[in-house]
């Protein structure tokens, strides 16, 4: 079993920076692929981004390319999200999750579905 927990989230004025940091413990998930999702209030879960493995590919939504920066450290079995240039629409409740599906069976990652375990998030507030 893999616990997951999330950190680095607060209120932040538009334009500034946060970096989240997603722990696990339990087993190491060094061989899993790792997502962050985000979820406003009356909205559906989205995508936010992902990182294979060992790091060598990473996806991301649209809307945060060029903003945000996934990255990862398999001896801290940590997962990062670096966001800058934050925007109101931002605003959310972020979620840390991995999926241990094996690297070379081809799916999704940015379908919240194939992910196993969840974090129980950290609030982003972004002002105007």
């Known amino acids: 079993q893999v616990q997951l927990v999330e950190s680095g989230g607060g209120l932040v004025q538009a334009g500034a920076s946060l970096r989240l940091s997603c722990a696990a413990s339990?087993?190491?998930?060094?061989?899993?692929?790792m997502g962050w999702f985000r979820q406003a209030p009356g909205k559906e879960r989205e995508f936010v981004a992902a990182i294979n493995w060992n790091g060598g590919n990473t996806y991301y939504a649209d809307s945060m390319k060029g903003r945000f920066t996934i990255s990862r450290d398999n001896v801290k079995n940590t997962v990062y999200l670096q966001m800058n240039s934050l925007k109101p629409e931002d605003t959310a409740l972020y979620y840390c999750a991995a999926d241990r599906t094996p690297f070379y069976v081809d799916h999704s990652y940015s379908d919240r579905n194939n992910y196993d375990y969840w974090g129980q998030g950290t609030q982003v507030t972004v002002s105007s």
């Open positions: 339990g087993r190491t998930v060094s061989t899993y692929a």
